[in-house]
């Protein structure tokens, strides 16, 4: 059978592409019925609770966690590109102040390609060489912007400090406690990747048209800027303020439910239990917001989390439980980063995972698919047969 005849026979209408397979990947696994998530092999957990964010982006790139010597020298290469040419930080000051934050990753990651000799570079050591600079780069940008926009001078990273902790002490010009640290690190590792959702598949949507990285990450930054996605983390923070006392939670979440709306947060297009990464982050979310004398805070998503699941069970059978975004919004209020920046330090963790699937859509080797992905929508509008609508001069319609 050639090819065509292979896609002729695979034609089939899933709205939404819910549960077609339309590559293969090594890279992560989601299981949504036993609610496991696996890098390359390895669960989750213990890489959360025992890697480094460093770790794991050598895992996601190269396939493999690093030795010791490994390690160190990716540490080394990271520490050199840890820079922002001087241009990007002027045309980052050049931006309104009001600009989204998200807005502002979006549209700055093709100027840093502006800023490579060869950005559109097609082989897989250079274009690695280019990913592990985007991925150094992002949260530089993201803290050089916040500052920027505060009236603040950027801080330079300093090459003593591992990823996570450079990011936080650019973003707040103090060195982070060790323990601030693993809290990034965490949050980071647990977003890095997440199989073929919707902002890794534009990604490599992007990729199969063999369009340079700096343009497929620019489109995974717009994808995961929506509410649905990336953009539920601060929205589910709101949420947790708007509702303010736990005894005000059953009434909030009537309400949002006999309006037809969405419990931020809540709910995932995969995982039918409780994403195992909040599993993770809610007791980090419990000590850090007990720490910080807002245990209520915890408190009330707790009770938004039991009250949706039940709710929703009755309402419509079937529960939904909390996925990753619910319990991030707390850690990341603790951990002092701007409402408006949880999305974007989603994007700090995710782009090593984008990077990932660039790399493995453009040099996997023979996958199961054609080289670019094209689905098919079907027409439902106006049709007046094979020779077309009859043509309307502009003064007779
Ligand atoms: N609040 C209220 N209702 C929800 C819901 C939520 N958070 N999540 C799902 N539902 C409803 C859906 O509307 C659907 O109802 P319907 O059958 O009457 O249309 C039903 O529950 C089943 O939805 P499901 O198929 O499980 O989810 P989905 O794949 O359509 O949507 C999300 C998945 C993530 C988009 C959805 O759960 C959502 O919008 N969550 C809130 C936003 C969010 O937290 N996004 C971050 C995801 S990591």
Same mark, same amino acid.
């Given at each position: 059978m050639n090819s065509r005849e292979t896609m002729n026979q695979m034609e089939t209408k899933n709205i939404g592409l819910r549960g077609i397979v339309v590559a293969d990947s090594t890279i992560s696994k989601v299981d949504g019925e036993k609610g496991i998530l696996i890098y390359r092999g390895y669960d989750i957990a213990p890489l959360a609770r025992e890697g480094s964010f460093e770790e794991v982006i050598h895992l996601l790139l190269d396939g493999e966690l690093p030795t010791p010597s490994e390690l160190e020298s990716l540490r080394r290469e990271m520490a050199a590109c840890r820079e922002l040419p001087a241009p990007?930080?002027?045309?980052?000051?050049?931006?309104p102040k009001e600009a989204v934050p998200m807005d502002v990753l979006q549209g700055m990651v093709p100027v840093?390609?502006?800023?490579?000799?060869?950005? @559109?570079?097609?082989?897989? !050591? @250079?274009?690695?060489?280019? !990913?592990?600079?985007?991925?150094?780069?992002l949260p530089l940008l993201l803290s050089a912007w916040e500052r920027l926009r505060g009236g603040r001078e950027v801080v330079a990273p300093r090459a003593d400090l591992g990823h996570a902790a450079n990011f936080l002490y650019t973003l707040h010009g103090e060195v982070p406690s060790e323990k601030q640290a693993a809290v990034m690190d965490t949050v980071l590792i647990l977003h890095a990747d997440h199989g073929f959702n919707a902002s890794t598949f534009t990604a490599r949507q992007v990729a199969s048209t063999r369009a340079h990285l700096f343009a497929a990450i620019s489109g995974a930054l717009g994808s995961l800027s929506g509410e649905l996605h990336g953009g539920a983390n601060y929205r589910v923070y709101r949420m947790l303020r708007e509702i303010g006392a736990k005894e005000r939670v059953r009434e909030y979440v009537n309400r949002t439910l006999d309006q037809g709306e969405r419990i931020m947060g809540m709910g995932h297009a995969v995982y039918r239990v409780t994403d195992p990464r909040a599993l993770i982050l809610g007791p980090m979310a419990a000590e850090l917001a007990g720490q910080a004398g807002h245990p209520e805070l915890y408190e009330i998503a707790e009770e938004v989390r039991r009250i949706t699941t039940t709710e929703m069970e009755k309402r419509k059978g079937r529960a939904i439980y909390a996925n990753v975004d619910f319990f991030s919004a707390i850690v990341n209020s603790m951990s002092g980063i701007p409402v408006d920046l949880f999305t974007p330090v989603f994007a700090v963790a995710r782009v090593a995972g984008w990077c990932a699937h660039y790399l493995e859509e453009r040099f996997g080797g023979a996958q199961a698919k054609p080289a670019i992905y094209r689905p098919k929508a079907e027409y439902t509008g106006r049709y007046c047969g094979l020779e077309g609508c009859r043509w309307i001069p502009l003064e007779e319609r």
């Open positions: 990007v930080v002027e045309t980052l000051r050049s931006l840093l390609a502006m800023y490579e000799s060869e950005p @559109a570079a097609a082989n897989p !050591a @250079a274009c690695r060489r280019l !990913a592990l600079g985007l991925i150094c780069r």
